[in-house]
C-alpha cells in the first residue's frame, strides 16, 4: 500500500514538466470568455427562470443533484481518484465518477487535472503569483478565478497521462463538457418544468462554482492548521464552520491544510470532528467491493517535509 501510494506521489508530479526556467509568479491575469459566459449565463437562466418556476420539486431536485455531482463526482470522482488516485475501483466506475464531476460544470477531466496539478505546482514553490496562491482581496480573488485566467511568462508544461489520452469516454467528456448538461435538462424538463431545469442545472453549476471558489479563498487564508509543509510556500488551512458545517456541504474537502499535508490520502478528514462524509461512502462502497486499497494519511506522511503543529 505504501508503494503504491508513493507512486502516485511521483505519477503526480511527473504530470507538470518544469525546467530551470519555469516561473510560478510572473504573469498577467486575463479574461476568459467562454468560462466568464458560461458562468454568466447559467447565473441569469437561475435567476429569472428559476425565480418565475419556482417549486419545492425543484429544491429537491437542487439538492439531490448538488450533493450527487459535488460528492460522487468533484470530490470522489475527480479529486481523489482521477487526480490523487487514492483509491482503486473498476474502469466504470472510474468514468462514472468523472462524468458526475464533469456534471459540477467547473470543466472535464483533463480540465480538472491541468488546474490542479498546476496550482499545486506553482504552491510548492518559494512563491507564486496571487492566483495560484488566492491571496487577494476576496472581490478580486472572485473576479480572477470565476472570469479569468492567467498566463505565465514562463510557466511549465502539462503532460497528461495515459488514462486520459488513451481512453476514448475521457476524452470524448472533455470535448462535450459543457454539453453533458443537454440531456440532463431534457430530462429534469421531461419529467418536471422549466423550474427544475434552472434549478437542478443552472442554478446548481452557480452554487457549485461559487462554493468550490469560496471554499479555495477561505482554505488559503484564514482557518486553523494542524500541520506544516517544510519547503512549500503556500500552505492551506481548515475551514470547520460551525459543527463542521462545511465538512458537510463539501464532503470534506473543507479540510484543506490537512490535504496540503497528505495530498494522495482518501480521507481527508483526519479526526471524529472533521466531517468528511466522502470518506464515510468510500468506506461504505469498499465494505461492497466497490473500491479497494484506501490510502489512509500514514501511508503517505513524509516525516521529512511535514511536521504537527498546534497554531491556529
Not at 118 to 142: E, N
Not at 288 to 307: K, M, Y
Request: proline share 4%; hydrophobic share 45%; net charge neutral.
Amino acid at each position: 500500500m505504501l508503494r503504491r501510494a508513493l507512486q502516485a506521489m511521483r505519477d503526480i508530479r511527473e504530470r507538470i514538466i518544469a525546467d530551470e526556467k519555469s516561473d510560478a509568479f510572473r504573469g498577467r491575469v486575463v479574461w476568459h470568455p467562454a468560462k466568464s459566459l458560461w458562468f454568466s449565463t447559467h447565473l441569469l437562466i437561475w435567476i429569472f427562470t428559476g425565480s418565475l418556476n419556482f417549486s419545492f420539486g425543484a429544491i429537491i431536485v437542487f439538492v439531490g443533484l448538488s450533493i450527487l455531482t459535488l460528492c460522487g463526482g468533484h470530490s470522489l470522482g475527480m479529486h481523489r481518484q482521477l487526480i490523487h488516485e487514492s483509491f482503486d475501483c473498476p474502469l466504470w466506475l472510474k468514468r462514472f465518477g468523472a462524468f458526475l464531476g464533469t456534471l459540477v460544470g467547473l470543466g472535464g477531466p483533463f480540465t480538472l487535472m491541468r488546474a490542479h496539478d498546476m496550482r499545486d505546482w506553482a504552491q510548492r514553490q518559494d512563491k507564486c503569483h496571487p492566483f495560484f496562491s488566492q491571496h487577494s482581496a476576496i472581490g478580486l480573488d472572485w473576479v480572477w478565478q470565476i472570469h479569468a485566467q492567467i498566463k505565465l511568462n514562463s510557466g511549465p508544461k502539462m503532460a497528461y497521462p495515459d488514462k486520459l489520452t488513451q481512453d476514448p469516454f475521457m476524452v470524448w467528456l472533455q470535448r462535450t463538457a459543457w454539453l453533458q448538461q443537454i440531456p440532463l435538462a431534457v430530462a429534469l424538463w421531461y419529467f418536471g418544468d422549466w423550474g427544475w431545469v434552472a434549478w437542478g442545472v443552472s442554478g446548481r453549476i452557480i452554487v457549485s462554482i461559487t462554493g468550490h471558489w469560496l471554499i479555495g479563498w477561505f482554505a488559503h487564508n484564514q482557518g486553523p492548521r494542524n500541520y506544516q509543509v517544510k519547503g512549500h510556500g503556500v500552505q492551506g488551512y481548515n475551514v470547520p464552520g460551525p459543527m463542521a458545517l462545511f465538512g458537510f456541504i463539501t464532503f470534506g474537502e473543507c479540510w484543506h491544510n490537512n490535504h496540503h499535508a497528505f495530498p494522495e490520502s482518501a480521507r481527508i478528514g483526519n479526526t471524529v470532528f472533521e466531517a468528511d462524509p466522502g470518506w464515510w461512502v468510500l468506506c461504505a462502497l469498499d465494505k461492497v467491493g466497490l473500491v479497494q486499497n484506501l490510502v489512509t494519511p500514514d501511508q503517505v506522511q513524509d516525516q521529512h517535509s511535514v511536521e504537527a503543529i498546534t497554531q491556529t
